[in-house]
């Protein structure tokens, strides 16, 4: 079985997420961009990918810029490959 690492944000990456969780591939993690503030009343949204990231009850990462996720991503691929 494949193992993936997703990053996608929009709602343009909603079918591509769906068909990995349908098609039974491994998700190490989800990393999407941090909730924001959204429309007239600036209420704190999640990305579109987090909501069906929880839904699946997967692991989420939502780091505010990409090197900062650098750590997490070697610890998930030592998890995943079994490495120390």
Do not use: C, W
């Amino acid at each position: 079985m494949a193992k993936v690492i997703f990053i996608g944000t929009s709602h343009f990456a909603l079918p591509v997420l769906e068909g990995l969780v349908k098609n039974d591939y491994q998700i190490l993690a989800v990393i999407t961009a941090p909730d924001r503030p959204s429309g007239r009343k600036n209420q704190i949204t999640p990305p579109p990918v987090k909501e069906i990231a929880l839904k699946h009850k997967l692991r989420i990462l939502q780091p505010e810029k990409i090197s900062e996720i650098e750590k997490k991503l070697n610890e998930i691929e030592h998890k995943a490959t079994g490495e120390r």
